[in-house]
């Protein structure tokens, strides 16, 4: 069984004191772009790692393993976004995302 970490109390211990987020009419989630080094080659799980849902999975390609955001389990915290060393990935609406 895998145990869903409290969000609230992880930004808390993170020093994110901000209010309760509204939400918009599209739920966020994260969108990766062409610049992410996993697709030019280079070994990077940088946002799996900071991802505290686990949204972020890599699949075995050729040519290395890839980024694939899992939408229902994205909260679009931004957390990879922010550990991107590529800056290759942002956070939008789910309807951009479709």
Same mark, same amino acid.
């Given at each position: 069984m895998?145990?869903?970490?409290?969000?609230?109390?992880?930004?808390?211990?993170? #020093?994110?004191f901000t209010? *309760?987020?509204? *939400?918009? @009419?599209g739920?966020p +989630? @994260?969108? $990766?772009?062409?610049?992410?080094?996993a697709?030019?080659g $280079?070994?990077?799980? =940088?946002c799996r790692? @900071?991802?505290?849902?686990?949204?972020v999975?890599? *699949?075995?390609?050729?040519?290395? @393993?890839?980024?694939? $955001?899992?939408?229902?389990?994205?909260?679009?915290c #931004?957390?990879?976004?922010?550990?991107c060393?590529? #800056?290759?990935i942002? +956070? =939008?609406? +789910?309807? *951009?995302?479709?």
């Amino acid at each position: 069984m895998v145990e869903t970490p409290d969000l609230k109390r992880r930004n808390f211990l993170l #020093g994110r004191f901000t209010a *309760e987020p509204s *939400e918009p @009419a599209g739920s966020p +989630v @994260a969108l $990766i772009g062409q610049s992410c080094f996993a697709f030019q080659g $280079i070994a990077c799980m =940088s946002c799996r790692d @900071a991802c505290p849902t686990g949204a972020v999975r890599f *699949e075995l390609a050729i040519g290395g @393993a890839r980024p694939r $955001i899992v939408t229902e389990t994205c909260t679009g915290c #931004g957390d990879c976004s922010q550990a991107c060393p590529a #800056g290759a990935i942002r +956070v =939008s609406a +789910v309807e *951009e995302a479709s």
